[in-house]
């Protein structure tokens, strides 16, 4: 799990290693019953059209998910900010 301070969302690959991510809330605590998946960015994300920068930052963090997946159950803890 990722947790972005970008996005203030923490990020996690779900089933079939697609990309899904929740809100963290202020005291750092994160909603993971409140997760969906990113392609339904429009939903969470205040700007209504991705600045290429928004892009490569979700770009980022899918791939470093994807680097380290071990195909287990993801364990609610924050291994990394980004």
Same mark, same amino acid.
């Given at each position: 799990?990722?947790? &972005?301070?970008?996005? /203030?969302?923490?990020? @996690?690959?779900? #089933? %079939?290693?697609?990309?899904? &991510?929740? *809100?963290?809330? %202020? ?5 993971? @019953?409140?997760? %969906? *998946? !990113?392609?339904? !960015?429009?939903? @969470?994300? /205040?700007?209504?059209?991705?600045? *290429? #920068? ?11 998910? !994807?680097?380290?997946? /071990? ?7 924050? /291994? %990394?900010?980004?």
């Amino acid at each position: 799990m990722i947790q &972005s301070l970008h996005f /203030k969302r923490a990020f @996690w690959l779900g #089933y %079939e290693n697609q990309l899904v &991510s929740c *809100p963290i809330l %202020e005291d750092g605590t994160i909603q993971d @019953w409140n997760y %969906e *998946p !990113v392609y339904l !960015v429009h939903r @969470w994300y /205040k700007h209504t059209n991705l600045l *290429p #920068y928004d892009i490569d930052c979700l770009f980022k963090i899918h791939a470093r998910l !994807v680097q380290t997946d /071990k195909g287990e159950l993801y364990d609610i803890k924050i /291994k %990394e900010v980004a």
